[in-house]
């Protein structure tokens, strides 16, 4: 089912949120600047950036503890300007978890439900559904001094979504934890969402998280959305350098536009002896327009001997560095040129007989597809 969750490719799906050209000063600096998004029913969204990018204050603005300096956020078809946050079906999950550390765990999710004035008995079955949505129901009288990270991130979790709403918000929620654990929560809190069909916003600078959990990545840089794609797309086919570079590992090869062969750009750069031969017809280039071009680590092939003369994409030089990461090995090979690439091969087995080492002449390959053209 989440593979065919689309609703930002039907034309007519009404999203469930829409930031119209929002801008957020704070004296002279932008944070945010002139943005405008959908967000649908039922999605997985992640707001990712670096540090100071304006994603924080985006979520701040839709929870209602910021007001836009201009624009207009909408949630159905409600305009949320002058609404308080207590009378917003949002709720937000703080990276510190804010729990009360004199209430119970069973207290601390039945809380809001008490100030809304729920009855005694609907506040208990929220509860236990709660307990049990989270797996904590053997916690329950636990205070929040005798749980572990992960169960006071649960506890929290719990608690914002025992009210129903109908957005959930979560700022750098797995932040705290250790990174196995992190990674283990990842899946459930994608478990979660798809159980519960809510619609959830993460906030996080963390691109194995946003790259695991989200539909849809909105990647942010200075207050300005770069590019919103499904992390299939923001990995293989990022629009700028900024992306490229900042979403997961990334070979930068810099060089001048030949033309067109066969369909293919042909590429001369100072890091191989031959031009490259680069498959993006998406591409619009001019002969002698500088471009880089972007080769994930994975997509490269190392090898000690010289491959065929018809084989594309051939880069010499000497392994500088190896990195054992127990199911991959990192190589960095600096190449002729001076410039360094990553190449990572994955650990099929558990020997390798007379394996690549330091300061080895080696061969860096790759196909033609496995390249993107950034011009920006």
């Known amino acids: 089912m989440r593979r065919s969750f689309a609703p930002w490719a039907d034309s007519s799906a009404r999203p469930l949120i829409r930031f119209e050209n929002i801008t957020k000063r704070f004296g002279d600096a932008v944070a945010v600047d002139n943005l405008s998004l959908d967000i649908f029913e039922g999605e997985f969204f992640c707001l990712l950036g670096p540090s100071g990018c304006g994603k924080t204050t985006l979520m701040r603005m839709l929870a209602g503890f910021e007001q836009p300096t201009a624009g207009r956020i909408t949630l159905g078809s409600a305009d949320l300007a002058g609404v308080p946050p207590y009378r917003r079906p949002v709720n937000m999950m703080f990276q510190s978890y804010a729990l009360f550390p004199h209430m119970n765990v ?48 649960r506890v929290a979790l719990a608690r914002a979504l025992a009210k129903r709403p109908k957005l959930l918000l979560l700022d750098e929620p797995l932040g705290a934890l250790d990174k196995k654990l992190r990674e283990e929560t990842q899946f459930e809190l994608m478990d ?54 900042f979403v997961g590992d990334v070979n930068i090869l810099e060089g001048n536009v030949m033309g067109q062969e066969n369909g293919l750009w042909r590429v001369a750069t100072p890091s191989a002896q031959a031009p490259l031969t680069i498959d993006d017809p998406d591409e619009v280039l001019n002969s002698g327009q500088a471009v880089a071009i972007a080769v994930r680590p994975e997509k490269m092939l190392i090898q000690r001997d010289p491959p065929p003369a018809n084989v594309p994409n051939v880069l010499t030089g000497e392994v500088w560095d190896i990195g054992y990461l127990g199911d991959w090995t990192v190589y960095r090979v600096k190449l002729a040129s001076g410039a360094i690439v990553r190449v990572t091969r994955a650990n099929a087995s558990r020997f390798v007989e007379n394996p690549i080492d330091w300061d080895e002449q080696v061969y860096v390959t790759f196909a033609p597809d496995a390249a993107v053209i950034l011009a920006e």
Do not use: C, W
């Not at 079955?125 to 006071?152: C, T």
């Not at 996080?204 to 998280?209: L, M, V, Y």
């Not at 695991?212 to 300005?224: C, L, N, Q």
């Open 106 to 153: 069973e207290k601390n999710i039945a809380f809001g439900l008490k100030q809304d004035g729920l009855p005694r008995g609907e506040i208990a079955s929220r509860v236990e559904e709660m307990l049990r949505l989270v797996q904590l129901e053997r916690l329950a009288k636990r205070y929040p001094s005798q749980l572990s990270g992960g169960q006071r991130q």
């Open 192 to 245: 979660i969402q798809h159980e519960l069909g809510m619609t959830f916003v993460v906030v996080t600078h963390d691109q194995e998280e946003a790259m695991t959990m989200a539909d849809r990545i909105a990647v942010m840089d200075h207050g300005h959305l770069v590019q919103v794609a499904t992390p299939g797309e923001i990995y293989e086919q990022p629009k700028t350098r900024f992306i490229a570079e």
